[in-house]
């Protein structure tokens, strides 16, 4: 049940854009987006419900394709502060409400 | 708004000792709460789901007489790590659900708690 993030990792350069995607094999009620840093807790990106969204905040934005069960994330012109591990959690249809998180995308940002 | 604060931030313990963590959020009432556990560089796994005034939903493989999970407020949830063992030795992490159900408006997390058992 646990949904695939990827890639596993991706390095880039101030400026460049980069995607990261989840995929589930359940049909989803939500898919939510996370950021966290080295040893602190996840930071909440946003949230996209089932009946396919998009939307973004200043330079992050996210899709949800409900006919795939996909999700992807997109940074634009990333810079040095979206370094991190980003986790997509993904609500099943029909469940408590709970996350089950992918294993995580670790992002790192080079000047 | 959907600030979510953990306490303590860290513990150290002796083996066989208990630990309660809290759990609280502090500007919106939360009828579910999740209880996390993370190891170094893995992902977040559920532990339990926690409910206002019922018992609380354990994952498989999750001991309910160690972990004991108490929601006896819409803004307060507790987790006490019985006669705990150098294997608790983990990264707790709660969760508080804005909105129920089909409102869902996403999940905030608090800042979680480090503990070790020596």
């Known amino acids: 049940q646990q949904p695939v993030q990827s890639p596993q990792a991706v390095i880039l350069r101030e400026g460049e854009d980069a995607v990261i995607n989840c995929s589930s094999s359940?049909?989803?009620?939500?898919v939510h987006w996370y950021r966290q840093k080295h040893g602190e807790a996840p930071v909440f990106l946003m949230i996209l419900l089932k009946g396919g969204e998009q939307k973004g905040h200043d330079k992050i934005s996210a899709s949800f394709n409900e006919k795939k069960q996909q999700s992807s994330l997109y940074l634009t012109a990333s810079q040095l502060s979206y370094s991190g591990t980003y986790f997509c959690?993904?609500?099943?249809?029909?469940?408590?409400?709970?996350?089950?998180f992918g294993k995580g995308t670790k992002l790192s940002v080079k000047p | 708004g959907a600030v979510v604060s953990q306490h303590p931030s860290w513990v150290i313990c002796k083996s066989g000792t208990s630990v309660k963590i809290e759990c609280r959020s502090l500007?919106?009432?939360?009828?579910?709460m999740f209880w996390y556990r993370q190891f170094p560089k893995q992902s977040l796994m559920l532990m339990a789901t926690?409910?206002?005034?019922?018992?609380?939903?354990?994952e498989q493989g999750v001991e309910k007489d160690k972990f004991l999970i108490n929601h006896a407020s819409l803004t307060l949830s507790t987790l006490t790590v019985t006669s705990a063992h150098p294997e608790d030795s983990s990264f707790y992490i709660c969760?508080?659900?804005?909105?129920?159900?089909?409102?869902?408006?996403?999940?905030?997390f608090g800042p979680g708690t480090r503990l070790t058992v020596t």
């Open positions: 500007d919106f009432q939360a009828t579910t």
């Open positions: 969760s508080a659900r804005v909105g129920a159900g089909g409102s869902s408006r996403g999940q905030y």
């Open positions: 359940k049909a989803l009620y939500s």
């Open positions: 959690g993904t609500e099943i249809l029909g469940s408590q409400g709970n996350l089950i």
């Open positions: 926690s409910n206002e005034g019922s018992k609380a939903t354990y």
